[in-house]
């Protein structure tokens, strides 16, 4: 198995920052490799395990970016959002609730949930065939599906 397309992406960007001493993305880069190669040291994993990797990322960047606000340390807020908008460059575009929605009603339907009883199930499926999307905003149509 190869590198994961995302991982060749961010050593080519790497690289680039170097050559462009961007020090800022050259740190957010190398956060984001470091990620990945922590859960596989040659970086050989399934393009999809590599995004999940670095949209976890992304989730931490945005609960510290509210824990810094909370304490009204605005350096720290304006900073992470920076890193953070270089993440997002590097996810697929993010889905619109709708289409979280219809994601979501599609999965239920597929699997033949009827009960809140298989949540369990349909929020693993949807996870499996949609990486990055958003836990919590599937966690609450689910909900509302599935009463």
Do not use: H, W
Request: without cysteine; charged residues 35%.
């Amino acid at each position: 198995m190869d590198q994961s397309e995302l991982l060749k992406r961010i050593n080519a960007d790497l690289m680039l920052a170097m050559k462009n001493k961007d020090e800022f993305r050259l740190a957010v880069l190398r956060m984001m490799k470091s990620k990945i190669l922590y859960v596989n040291a040659r970086g050989e994993m399934p393009e999809a395990e590599a995004v999940k990797v670095v949209n976890k990322y992304a989730k931490e960047l945005k609960e510290s970016i509210e824990e810094f606000g909370k304490i009204g340390r605005t350096a720290e807020v304006e900073n992470t959002a920076k890193e953070l908008t270089i993440v997002r460059e590097y996810l697929p575009k993010e889905m619109s609730p709708e289409e979280v929605k219809a994601a979501v009603s599609q999965t239920i339907s597929s699997l033949g949930a009827s009960s809140i009883k298989e949540m369990g199930k349909v929020m693993k499926e949807i996870t499996v065939n949609y990486p990055s999307i958003d836990g919590k905003l599937v966690s609450q149509y689910v909900r509302e599906i599935l009463k």
